[in-house]
Antibody
């Protein structure tokens, strides 16, 4: 079955960087767009970024554009999120998700990894 | 596109019907999905294309609507259905979510 396992979260100071990873299994990874979606504690969902299946096309929410970079390694079934210039409002759970279509909606989600940005 | 869900909280007894609403600020055709999130778990896809149930989703979940008005109906609530439900549009970029409706036990 589809499995998505995120890692790399933690506590970081404002202005710092983190790199999140998502290991995928149970499906043909290179056939699917992949997304990162986040959720501040006790709040709703916010789509952050997605990447096309070859990896040539990326999109970002305005709130992270210019600070976050999404990438993928199809040989190792992994997707990454490089997060720079982190702000307290970036705090939350970050979910890796498998997209249907060209990033339309997510049919499988990981358990999430917690990012806390605080001094 | 902003999605507004109502009500914010819904109290329902087991076995009763729950009706959740999602309204878009402009037409999104039928490009809407619904998710269920149980506390401490990731969201789970319920419905896509406004009315198509995802794999493994019980028939008591149904979606309807098009344009700007959408509804998720749970015909007879079970204990495992008490959760937060989100709608999400994929007609325009960026894809956006509603703020959620929490379905609680009455």
């Amino acid at each position: 079955q589809v499995q998505l396992v995120e890692s790399g979260g933690g506590l970081v100071r404002p202005g710092g960087s983190l790199r999140l990873s998502c290991a995928a299994s149970g499906f043909t990874f290179s056939d699917f767009y992949m997304s990162w979606i986040r959720q501040a504690p006790g709040k709703g969902l916010e789509w952050v970024s997605h990447i096309s299946n070859p990896g040539g096309t990326t999109s970002y929410a305005d709130s992270v554009k210019g600070r976050f970079i999404i990438s993928r390694d199809n040989a190792n079934n992994s997707v990454f999120l490089q997060m720079n210039s982190l702000r307290p409002e970036d705090t939350g759970f970050y979910f890796c998700a498998r997209d249907i279509g060209a990033g339309w909606y997510a049919d499988s989600w990981g358990q999430g990894t917690l990012v806390t940005v605080s001094s | 596109i902003v999605l507004t869900q109502s009500p914010a909280t819904l109290s329902v007894s087991p076995g009763e019907r729950a009706t959740l609403s999602c309204r878009a600020t402009q037409s999104i055709s039928r490009n809407l999905a619904w998710y269920q999130q149980i506390p401490g778990q990731p969201p789970r896809l319920l419905i896509y294309g406004a009315s198509t149930r995802a794999t493994g989703i019980p028939a008591r979940f149904s979606g309807s609507g098009s344009g700007t008005e959408f509804t998720l109906t749970i015909s007879s609530l079970k204990s495992e259905d008490f959760a937060v439900y989100y709608c999400q549009q994929f007609n325009n970029w960026p894809r956006t979510f509603g703020q959620g409706t929490k379905v609680g036990i009455k």
